[in-house]
């Protein structure tokens, strides 16, 4: 079984910065694409950055200059670094990753248990 575990999230005051660590744990899988995703209170869960699987990195164009996406191929783990951060930041941020189980031969998409980041103004 591969486990998505997310660390990082807390209360910060805006303007500050947070960064956020995802590792993937498991047996006999692949990475093939990882990233992150938020959804605030009401709304719908939003693409946030992502790596994809030809080590493409994606920031959605309105967190660009402020958020940014990294990885650590030896561990298994994606972060997520997020400066100035504002109050319209605050949401529950989900670990998102498209594995390929070797010895069931097969993809799986999982999602880690999500994080909460609360920003006061």
């Known amino acids: 079984q591969v486990q998505l575990v997310e660390s990082g999230g807390g209360s910060v005051q805006a303007g500050g910065s947070l960064r956020l660590s995802c590792a993937a744990s498991g047996r006999d899988f692949r990475i093939n694409a990882m990233g992150w995703y938020r959804q605030a209170p009401g709304k719908q869960r939003e693409l946030v950055a992502a790596r994809t699987g030809d080590d493409v990195i994606n920031v959605v164009d309105s967190l660009k200059g402020r958020f940014t996406i990294s990885y650590d191929n030896a561990k298994n783990t994606v972060y997520l670094q997020m400066n100035s951060l504002k109050p319209e930041d605050t949401a529950v941020y989900y670990c998102?990753?498209?594995?390929?189980?070797?010895?069931?031969?097969?993809?799986?998409?999982?999602w880690g248990q999500g994080t909460l980041v609360a920003v006061s103004s």
């Open positions: 998102n990753a498209n594995i390929y189980l070797m010895n069931q031969g097969r993809w799986l998409e999982i």
